[in-house]
Structure formats: C-alpha cells, structure tokens
C-alpha cells in the first residue's frame, strides 16, 4: 500500500481564507460568527451565522460565476489555494494521475430555491436551463476536475456532517491503492439560505443567541444550545509520499488511517452512548495500526448541542478507557460554525496544521464546565504540544460516523 501525505491545504472559512490566515485566525481563537448579510433573516428565529468573506470575482470569470452555484465557487477558491499553497501549477496536476474527491452535504440549495421561486410564480418553462447542472451535488468535483484537467478517478461523497472527513478518506484510499498519485479532496458547502436555515431552525438544532453571536457556538459547555451554520470549503491536496519527495514538496502530515460506520439507530440522534462514534474511531485505529494511547490530540465534531457533545465526550471515553487516557480535544466548530459538508475537509487542515506546527487550537466560549463533561476540550487558548498521532472525526444525520488518523511526518 502507498503512503499519502498531506502537501497543500485551501481553507475558506468564517475566520479566514487560505492556509496562513486560517492558521493564525484559530491560535487567536477567531470568532467567526456574526448577523447574517447574505439574505433578510428576520422571519426566521435564527439570525446569525459563519459567512465567508470572499470576492469570488478574484478567482473565477463574471460569465463562469453566474452558472456556478456558490457552494462550487466556494470549492473552486479553496482547490486553486490548496494548489497554490503545495507548489504545483496547472500542468504540474493535469492528466490521468491527479483526480477529485470533493463533497457536499446539500449542493445547490441557493439554486433551488432561486429556481423554485420561478416556477411558482412565473412558470416552468422559464427556469435556467443552468438549473440542474448548477444544483447537483458533483459539481464541485466536475468544475475543479474541469478547470485543471484532471482526468483521474472523480467522486463525490455525500453524507452530511461527515462528508468531508469522508471524502478525504476515500481520496486517502485512492492514492493507498496507486490509483492516482494526487488528488484535490474535501468539502464545500453554501447553505446560508432561508430555506436550509427555517429547515434547522423548525428542528431546534440552531443556537438562537442572537443577541451574541460571538459566544454563540460553545461546544462542550453546559449552556450550549444548538448550532451555529457556517459556509466554506475545506480542499486539501493529498499526494502519494514518494511523488511528493521527488519534487521536494512540503508537508504538513500523513494520513494513515480511516473509517466509517453507521448508527442504524435514528435519522438526527446519535446512537446512545456514541456507539457509532466508538466503532469509527476504533477502525480507523485499527486501520492506522496505532493504539489508542499513542493519539496526543482529537479535533472533534464538537457542534455545541446538547446531544453530541455529551454523546461524542462518552464514546471518546470508551474507546480510550476512562477521561484521564483521553488525549486534549477541541472544536474548531467554536470559531467557524458547522461548515456541514465542508466541516470534514476544513477539519482536517487544522488537525494536518495542529500536527506540522505543534499547535493545538482551542475551544472558543468554553464559558462553564458540564459536569457530564469531564475531557480536557483545551479551553479558550491555543497549546503549544508536539504530538505523534492526531483524530479528526465528524458524524452525521443519518448515523453517518467518519474518522480519519494523521500521523505527524518528520
């Protein structure tokens, strides 16, 4: 099997855009939360949100931008700096060996419901003919793939919150098998809209602290209550070791480990007691080979609901043994929101970042402890600590469970 390292990351995010400001925003422990611009709120109960603060115009032309759903636009931004960030250009990645991995949680639903509005009140037949090839899903894969000529294996993964730990892993998997010696994989995800937002906020998953936004989303705390939604995208470049030593890449971390599991328990609840996230995590150590006390630092879903954070704290207990062998965790969600679909991919920057600069990043607003939750979530402040091994995990409506092991490359 090929190893496969981490050699360029594209994050944008609420905190920032492109590798360096990402990484300087969570060792300030960045808020990223503010009153939502980018549609009138007002009839909803929720009225903030993680924006990403972009002029799209700076990467892609007028005419391209106006047949791009913004969840791709986003994709297409984080793939040209992840690229930009490895030190490869447009012919350096073209051809059969490079290929995309890139998900969604739930596409285009900006174009949805934009189209929706013209086929109740005006007609059918007066709906782009953009309409589909804007919407589906694929898209962000197809116009990266499109835009450098990567004509390698092209996916999409679809799973919700555990999309883009899910797409990482199954580019990871890519590249283990010399399918491809690159690829350009994560998550993108645009659902700053009224419908995606009245959808969430019926459910009463969404903090409703609209009166704070910075304080909004405070995973593991007890007064945590729901969470914050946020927009970006997460790429990375994932390159098979040796391609990248021939070129004398830099490398931020390796993968070396990862799985999936299903609760088979419920459509928005996790299973009692994290049994779906035990299961995952235990795989995916498995798969890297490691033992649970050699992991130094676990980037958490940590999405600040009462739920997941108590369900996710338990499981993390069971697989290590008891809170004292549970390494540091922390939630970047604390900073950016929950990115959904792009969560996984950004997720997984900061754990490849955390591991490269031994930096940990830290739970924003962990304002006062829940007895129920006893780990050391790295509260506040960002910790200096050389660590070996590194967890990323995300899970998902639909009992979706994803996690993913780095190992720090010296």
Not at 133 to 162: D, E, F, K, Q, W
Not at 268 to 289: D, F
Not at 311 to 322: C, L, M, P, Q
Not at 368 to 384: A, G, H, Q, T
């Amino acid at each position: 099997m090929k190893r496969v390292v981490v050699t360029g990351v594209g994050p944008v995010t609420p905190i920032g855009v492109g590798a360096d400001a990402f990484l300087h925003a969570q060792h300030q422990a960045k808020n990223g939360i503010r009153t939502i611009t980018l549609f009138d709120s007002s009839e909803l109960s929720v009225h903030i949100a993680g924006e990403t603060d972009i002029d799209f115009s700076d990467y892609i032309e007028k005419k391209e931008a106006k047949r791009l759903d913004r969840f791709v636009k986003h994709a297409l931004v984080a793939s040209a700096l992840a690229l930009q960030d490895a030190g490869l250009s447009e012919d350096d990645v073209a051809g059969e060996q490079t290929g995309t991995c890139i998900g969604t949680g739930i596409g285009g639903v900006d174009t949805w419901e934009e189209q929706s509005e013209v086929y109740f009140k005006r007609s059918p037949m007066r709906m782009s003919p953009f309409f589909i090839p804007t919407l589906i899903s694929n898209m962000a894969s197809g116009h990266v793939a499109m835009r450098y000529g990567l004509l390698g294996p092209s996916s999409t993964v679809v799973t919700a919150c555990a999309t883009g730990s899910g797409a990482v892993g199954d580019a990871f998997r890519m590249i283990q098998r010399d399918e491809a010696k690159l690829m350009l994989t994560g998550g993108t995800e645009a659902s700053i809209t009224p419908m995606a937002l009245g959808g969430f906020a019926v459910m009463r998953a969404l903090s409703t602290r609209n009166d704070s936004p910075e304080t909004a989303s405070r995973p593991f705390t007890a007064s945590r209550d729901g969470f914050v939604a946020g927009e970006g995208s997460g790429i990375l470049v994932l390159e098979e070791l040796e391609h990248a030593q021939k070129r004398g890449a830099r490398i931020y971390a390796e993968i070396i480990g990862y799985a999936t599991s299903a609760d088979a328990h419920h459509i928005t609840a996790p299973a009692p007691g994290g049994e779906g996230a035990v299961r995952a995590v235990k795989w995916a150590l498995k798969s890297a080979g490691i033992d649970p006390s050699e992991v130094g630092y676990i980037n958490a879903h940590g999405t600040s609901t009462p739920a997941n954070d108590l369900n996710e704290t338990v499981a993390y207990k069971t697989v290590f043994g008891d809170k004292d062998r549970v390494p540091p965790v922390s939630s970047t969600k604390s900073m950016t929101g929950h990115l959904l679909g792009a969560a996984g991919g950004i997720e997984a920057i900061a754990t490849a970042q955390a591991l490269y600069t031994s930096v940990l990043p830290p739970t924003r607003n962990y304002l006062e402890p829940d007895p129920e939750l006893d780990l050391d979530y790295i509260p506040n402040e960002p910790r200096e600590k050389q660590v070996d091994y590194a967890l990323s995990t995300n899970f998902a409506f639909g009992g979706q469970n994803a996690a993913l092991v780095f190992r720090r490359f010296a």
